[in-house]
Nanobody
Framework: QLVESGGDLVQPGGSLRLSCAARGVMLDYYGIGWFRQAPGKEREGVACITSRGAMTEYADSVKGRFTISRDEARNTAYLQMNSLKPEDTATYYC??????????????????WGQGTQVTVSS
């Protein structure tokens, strides 16, 4: 089970850090992805990180503003979001895919999903 937290209402230009805590599964063996979905839009793969954290990948829309990371000791992954824009407004989901060196922004490749956390960027 994956549990996201950290979503909130924030002004444009602000920052948030989303957390993805794993319960009942050790994230050491999983690649992690962050996805988002806005109303009326398709789910978008925002960022991913391999099981050892050696490789990351970002969507062009967030590159340079978002940072994905993981803390094995806490069995938790994070998405640091800076310079937020109104177009970042969406429900954000974390997901896990078993395997080493797996980093994908394709949702169909993932085995486990969280319930989502809402991020709203508005003045």
């Amino acid at each position: 089970q994956l549990v996201e937290s950290g979503g909130d209402l924030v002004q444009p230009g602000g920052s948030l850090r989303l957390s993805c805590a794993a319960r009942g599964v050790m994230l050491d063996y999983y690649g992690i992805g962050w996805f988002r979905q806005a109303p009326g839009k398709e789910r978008e793969g925002v960022a991913c990180i391999t099981s050892r954290g050696a490789m990351t990948e970002y969507a062009d829309s967030v590159k340079g503003r978002f940072t994905i990371s993981r803390d094995e000791a806490r069995n938790t992954a994070y998405l640091q979001m800076n310079s937020l824009k109104p177009e970042d407004t969406a429900t954000y989901y974390c997901a896990a895919v078993i395997g080493y060196n797996v980093c994908s922004r394709r949702s169909e490749e993932y085995d486990y999903w969280g319930q989502g956390t809402q991020v709203t960027v508005s003045s």
